[in-house]
């Protein structure tokens, strides 16, 4: 089979898909999705069974268990794939939205109005229930979806965009809305990307190479999350009991993610009150420290942190622990070794935290919060497609908005060029 | 030399200027934007000097006149440019401004802060004007500028630069925030094509082949603008005494320009009463006409249009007139067509009018008004750095807006992810 037909003609059944969700009305989509939801369930034994597939052959290649488990599906996953699509149905349409109107002086009112952005095409690794999940997202903000998941969960993908498919059809939904590239293979992403003026927009999720493979490779214009090497600064105004609290919830409360410290930046007013209880604190949870040339010296048991440690993102339980001149030195720090995800300051002291806000440049900047609530979900969004560590189109959890794009309208009555 | 350290440098040194400049309040920088329209105008004399260096190389290269009268700088183009920044001065400052803030359950308070983008490079050809307007832009947005204009316009480039770099400097901005690569080598545009990371946004302006070679060689997001294929859709509800104006308009104010109608699709209905006197208009201010076989039959003198006759942009006083069915063969006919730049409907039928709004998927679209309005200053945002016809960050005319993205700001007393 030639991957160039064969990807384009799914990006082509995609584009019908993307035309007939254009028209769709909130009233039609939320139907499909909620019909989606239901079919999800009462075809769970179709879909673990073509899971267990996947799974038989992941155990053959010897693949971790941590893999598997992030692999299998069982009726509470897809109960859960079912919940996330409801929830979906249930949140504010984005698309016809007028974001702002206004009238010129000749007399025509021009206004912003959201719209589709058209085919979204998910590249994606090993967990399947993101082939759910970023369908229903892409469906709900009125955008075809062109997915290709990962060769580990491809019969579970399969069997999941099945189901999704036979519903926008029996709904009066062109199936293309939802469409996947059931080929494994690394060239069938290269002829994605290269499908500029069809597919709209990229979102790689997955690792570090598979990101770099997709931004190195595409001619299409790519939303993705980098990542998240994220700060707590505790000022010498900070409420010593909060600055604690969320300095552990930071790192602690789910180390694995990309939201988590990495670093804490402790100012050296109140770095010796700060830290014996801190570093206790964290040491009784299993956190393995490393500290600066200061930081040793009020706790010689730390290891030493060195320059590179600054830079990596351990999404484990590990810390940079850092003593800081002042506030300037944090934000120093933060610019030069911060991937601008998520960082935050503790402070009392008013200017300090509206300084911080300010100068910080990342995609979310806190004043007594934990890195942690950096999420579409904890914002508010309703939904979240990832986190953007781009500046461009978006920037930090990604909602439904995201999926969107705007256009202009003009309401004119013989309005012309003079 | 080697290009890729010379252009690494150039973008480091751009970096310097956009920390600086992420700092500076709205009224240093239009304090600085006042003192390089000053400038600029003071030190005229060694423009127009150093511009003739680069109109005697075009000249001995058989250069067309209207390239050469593109490439000039004159006392009166020097004073355009300058009057530019100075209304550039005038605009509202984008950065800072709080597009939205809201309250979670938990007590946290979540905005977004509009921030700017970092670095922007604008690689683009001939109109040493452009090297002005550009970093002025990006300067009023808290950006700075690496630029990278076209060979025939080094000299005039530089020593534009060279001005609003020493006024920069002058006046407490790093002069990095305006930036410019003199390497007329294609490897110098490679090479900043690979700064991802450093440089955030890439902009081209110039030919197809230009935004053709950047787009399909970034690693960087790019903003683009390709061509426009414009129509307006003359409907059987229309004023059709508006309908002519419109249309006239559209296609002969300004033939050469991206918004200009290049197919006008009329309703069977009323196409030939409309097309007699259009048709005669048209011809009197010397438009060549393209039909098909139905407006033949109503004026045998038009020559066929071609099926790839659709596709074209003239940017001539050439037109295609197509009578359709009704506004579905028409939208029918736009979908197909249309590069989604600028289309119109004439009609006074409200349903058909908003379903014309809704349906239509171009960067802007127009009821009853001129597709030639889709223009930053006709749509009052007070700028414009170009026309987007991408669906990601910014579609149709780019404003200042356009040049900053926002950031997530977190105002909390303590909140810890449960």
Redo the contacts between chains.
Sequence with gaps: MDIKVYVLEKAMDAKEGA?AL??ASSKQKNLVLLKMAEALKNRAKELISENKKDIKFAEKKGISKALIDRLTLNEKRINEMSQGLIEVAGLPDPV?EITKM?Q?PNG?T?GR?R?P??IIGIIYESRPNVTADAAGLCLKAGNAVLLRGGSEAINSNKAIVNVLRDVAKKHGLHEGAVTFIDIPDREAIMEMLKL?GIV??IIPRGGEGLIRFV??NS?I???KHYKGVCHVFVDRDA?LK?AE??CF?AKV??PGTCNAMETMLVDKKIAKSFLTNMIRRFKEAGVRLKGCHFTRKIDSSLEKAQEEDFYKEYLDLMLNVKIVGDIDDAMAHI?KYSSSHSDAIVTRNYDKAMRF???V??????????T????GF???LGAEIGIST????A???MGLEELT?????????????E
């Design positions: 035309r254009a028209k016809g206004w010129r025509m021009v109005m719209v952005i058209g500029e709209d927009l931004t190195e001619r214009p790519v939303l409420d909060m609290e969320i919830n409360q789910r610019a806000l300010k100068e440049d990342s995609s979310a900047v806190f004043v007594n919060a934990s942690r609530l950096n999420d904890q914002f508010g781009d500046k461009i189109h920037r930090g959890p794009c705007t256009k202009f309208i003009v309401f004119g009555n013989g309005q012309l060029r």
